[in-house]
């Protein structure tokens, strides 16, 4: 038996009658641009994530950096992002000519260390983007304590955290404005490219509007100098279908993470994430840590069990960042994060037998590892 990373293609086939539905209605509409299929999934997504608006953007990138450019922010101005995450939450700030200014992550969670945040706020530090990694809610509560006090705007990167509940809170109100991805590997996954911002911030919703669409609230009248970042109809009848689905696709990828907890505590060598009592986290990733990671994926493999590292160099020692001038040590936690993690298969669409194999090609992998 083999056991892959990811079955995309299982996971959309479940709905397979439904999305042809959704295609045809489309092509049959005529329209195809920002019209009822947008509008019907940017309603039903912010009531899904109990927000006064859902704006739907072209990617997750595009759904952080217009959450920027609403808020002004720009040259001059630095955002706090956590030293470990998706290089997508530092390119965009850097992308609206802001500095991103690194801070470390609590080990056991893989999140941004509310405790170490406010050591890099400075005058010109704008905004805080927190990010709920591998579908694990950021400790909210500080950041948001701290973003009060200094007078900062907070910042969700949801793109691994739909429907994830902090304190019993859904991710995208959990501060100021939040972005989310629809690539389709998240866990609400378009057939394409795909982002929203939810907020209740009704002036930054109207300017993330007018941005998203050539600065535009009229056709062809441009009130400043915007982008080309929209949801198409298609995507967005795609989601609309795929919406439903979320919950339930989240409680199976719990059942998976649930059984790993369980049946892979207690190996020696092998760290597994925390999960802290305020947290709900939705399994975007299940990622464990072993000083010997490279080996235990390759004897993984051997096995058919399909692993991926998120992610193998963290942003500062990205040759992209190479003009902010990090060297090695300089974010030593996120240096051993990306050193040592390893993902395992989480899906909708696994059983539980398949996590029982996962389980077994672990035990047996360490064992010869150890051996
Ligand atoms: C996927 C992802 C993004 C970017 O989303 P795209 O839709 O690929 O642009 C941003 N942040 C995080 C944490 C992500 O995982």
Redesign the pocket.
């Known amino acids: 038996m083999s056991v892959p990373f990811l079955d995309l293609k299982a996971i959309n086939l479940a709905q397979a009658a439904e999305l042809e539905a959704a295609f045809k209605r489309v092509l049959n509409s005529g329209w195809y641009i920002l019209g009822s299929e947008t509008a019907a999934f940017e309603a039903s997504f912010a009531e899904y994530c109990n927000s006064a608006h859902g704006i739907g953007v072209a ?6 950096f217009l959450i920027l450019k609403g808020y002004g922010i720009g040259p001059g101005d630095e955002v706090i992002v956590p030293s470990n ?2 290089i ?2 530092w390119l ?1 700030v850097s992308h609206c000519g802001a500095k991103p200014v690194p801070v470390e992550p609590v080990e056991g969670t893989y999140n941004i260390d509310p405790s170490k945040v406010e050591a890099a706020v400075t005058a010109k530090t704008k905004a805080i983007i927190a ?1 709920h ?1 591998y579908g694990q809610p950021a400790d909210m509560g500080p950041l948001k304590d701290i973003a009060k006090r200094r007078g900062l705007k907070l910042i969700e ?1 949801a ?2 955290a739909h429907g994830a509940r902090y304190q019993g809170g859904v991710t995208g109100q959990l501060g100021d404005a939040a ?1 989310f ?3 389709p590997g ?1 866990n609400l996954g378009a057939l394409g ?3 929203a911002v939810t907020t209740s911030d009704d002036a930054l919703a109207e300017r993330i509007r007018t941005y998203r669409n050539y600065g535009s609230k009229i056709k062809y009248y441009n009130d400043v100098p915007g982008y080309n970042s929209r949801l198409d109809e298609l995507q967005a009848a795609l989601l609309a279908v795929k919406l439903p689905a979320l919950d339930a696709g989240n409680q199976q990828r719990r059942a998976v993470a649930a059984y790993y907890q369980q049946h892979l505590a207690g190996i020696d060598g092998l760290i597994l994430p925390e999960i802290p009592a305020w947290a709900e986290p939705v399994w ?1 990733l299940y990622v464990v840590r072993h000083a010997q990671r490279d080996r235990l994926a390759k004897k993984l493999a051997e096995k058919q069990i399909g692993t991926i590292v998120h992610y193998p160099v963290p942003p500062h020692l990205q040759p992209a960042y190479a003009d902010l001038g990090y060297k090695e040590g300089d974010f030593p936690i996120a240096e051993v994060i990306h050193r040592e993690v390893l993902s395992l298969p989480v899906s909708p669409t696994m059983t539980l037998d398949d996590a029982a194999e996962v389980v077994a090609g672990v035990k047996a992998a360490l064992a010869e590892i150890a051996g």
């Open positions: 990617n997750g990138l595009d759904a952080i995450t998706f997508a939450t965009a990010v990694l990167d793109a691994q972005a991805s629809f690539y998240k490219d795909g982002g975007h």
